[in-house]
């Protein structure tokens, strides 16, 4: 049996950890997990605390690559590395690296909100789509707290349109900023928490992204999912689910069989198709 790989950004900890040890500890492989983080130190002790767990006999192999998503030169650099193992060479990409800043109102924590979550996830999947293979899994952990039914008709039927381009979405996004900056949020019917509209925008991009490859023949599956609320360093100590119960989405989505999952691009929630 040929090995799979599977990447998961910001694995050092929170959900994308968890996965990673869920991966490890129940898969029978042959298995490379990538795991990556923007901080080495970090990524490495998350490795080695896994590593440990690995079953005696275990064909899976733990792997670390440095990325900061949010850093142009690091997507370069982890491509470059990838590249090195073929084209293409990834099985499963899983794109969870994100950022809330709790309590903050200002614009520059708006900006570097949406820069993080939305844009760089874009660019990072971007450079990464040459490299994911003949019925390789993309998948983006978004939010619920992105959910359309929180903005106006009007935004929600630009967010929905069938004939959206990334190009429109990204002018979707930067609309949102500009209202920001002009103080015009609320007017406009704009949530006021940048978190939302940048989980909004990747929930989205999924969807647009699975129109623009249904013809590629490598038969991508592409999702967006909410894990729920969880308790992570993100979620706080005040959510109602365990790291183990916030991965059942992610777990899902990685390991079911293709044949049982046929709504490409969508939003799930609960392991089902939920409304984005
Ligand atoms: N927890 C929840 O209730 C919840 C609910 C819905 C969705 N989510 C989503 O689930 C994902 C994981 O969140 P979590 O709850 O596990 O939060 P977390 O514990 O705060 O983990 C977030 C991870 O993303 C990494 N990260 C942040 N910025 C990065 C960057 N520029 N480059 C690379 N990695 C970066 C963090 O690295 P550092 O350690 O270096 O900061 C960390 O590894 C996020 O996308 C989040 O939006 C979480």
């Not at 090995?3 to 959900?15: F, H, Y």
């Not at 767990?53 to 997507?75: A, C, H, N, R």
Request: proline share 4%.
């Amino acid at each position: 049996m040929s090995s799979k790989l599977i990447v998961v950004t910001g694995s050092n900890k929170g959900l994308g950890r968890a996965l990673v040890r869920k991966l490890v500890v129940e898969s029978k492989g042959p298995l490379t997990i990538y795991m990556t983080s923007r901080d080495s130190s970090k990524g490495m002790s998350a490795l080695q605390e896994i590593k440990s767990e690995l079953p005696t006999g275990s064909k899976v192999d733990l792997e670390f690559y440095p990325l900061d998503i949010t850093d142009k030169q690091s997507i370069h650099s982890f491509t470059k590395h990838m590249e090195k193992m073929g084209t293409p060479c990834i099985d499963v990409m899983v794109h969870n690296a994100g950022v809330y800043f709790k309590g903050a109102s200002d614009y520059a924590h708006a900006e570097k909100t949406i820069r993080c979550n939305y844009n760089s996830t874009i660019e990072l999947n971007d450079a990464i789509m040459p490299l994911i293979k003949s019925n390789g899994r993309v998948l983006f952990v978004s939010s619920m707290l992105g959910n359309l039914s929180q903005y106006p008709a009007s935004i929600r039927e630009e967010y929905l349109s069938e004939t959206l381009t990334v190009d429109q979405l990204n002018q979707l996004q930067e609309k949102f900023l500009t209202s920001f900056k002009e103080g015009t949020l609320k007017e406009k019917g704009y949530p006021s928490d940048s978190y939302n509209v940048s989980k909004t925008g990747v929930t989205t991009y999924c969807r647009i992204l699975a129109k623009m490859y249904k013809d590629d023949p490598r038969h991508i599956f592409f999702a967006a999912l909410h894990p729920g609320w969880v308790k992570t360093d993100m979620g706080g100590s005040e959510a109602p689910l365990s790291l183990e119960e916030g991965i059942q989405t992610q777990y899902y989505l990685v390991t079911e069989p293709l044949q049982n999952l046929k709504a490409n691009g969508l939003y799930y929630s609960n392991k089902a198709v939920a409304n984005p």
